[in-house]
């Protein structure tokens, strides 16, 4: 088999994306609070809208710095954003709360997220797609690498320059399929692994607007940045 090595461009857009990942986390606090006392369902929906809402705040930002993303058409941003925002939330939330979360808080906040009044169905294929995302024990240069491709995925809706968006996403892809063969050169399918899982991203996406629906019917509230990147309301 021929030694694969990463060329020099395709090290420096690595350490930009993970520089980009590293720099932009949600304020611990807002996290941490989810942790202390027991709350109403309520109040523990409030916690974690709160939460999402940093979490896109941050999502936006770091989609910012992925190199190339500024230079598409801004229409095209917009649309990336819009399209993508839940399943690069779902995926970073798996990402940091199996790694951020020491093994007692991940039972307690388990628990809260149970108790937030979302649907049974909908934890269960969260719950599957969280702890398949945690056996890959991903680098944090494939989880950052992988949220890129998640957000710069060409068949987004209203997505008007398709080639551009391609363009970025290949150039992410081959940056993705020597990382993986080079952190996990005993696994030949761990690159192939790794896209099956945003196969299960879209999925829960699906849920989720299902969920939004019946959160709207029992007037749940969002925040003004939720209901502007969900179309809610
Ligand atoms: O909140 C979640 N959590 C807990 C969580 C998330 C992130 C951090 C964190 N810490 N530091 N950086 N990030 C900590 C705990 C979590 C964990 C795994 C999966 Br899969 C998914 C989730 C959600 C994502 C949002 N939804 S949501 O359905 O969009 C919704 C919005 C409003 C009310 S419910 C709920 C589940």
Known sequence: REKVEMTKEQRALMKAIVDA??????PQDVAKKLLQE???AEENFLLLTEMATSQVQVLVEFTKNIPGFLSLDREDQIA????STVEAMFLRSAQVFSRKMPNGHTVVLEERIRKSGIPDEFMTPMFNFYK???ELH???EEQAILTAITILMPDRPYVKDHQAVERLQETMLNVLRKLCVLQHPQEQQYFARLLGRLTELRTLSHYHAEMLTSWKMND???TPLLCEIWDVQ
């Open 21 to 26: 990942y590293n720099r932009h986390q949600i």
């Open 38 to 40: 027991q709350y109403s």
């Open 80 to 83: 990336l954003l819009k399209g």
């Open 132 to 134: 398949s995302i945690g």
């Open 138 to 140: 991903m680098v944090q």
């Open 220 to 222: 749940h509230k969002f």
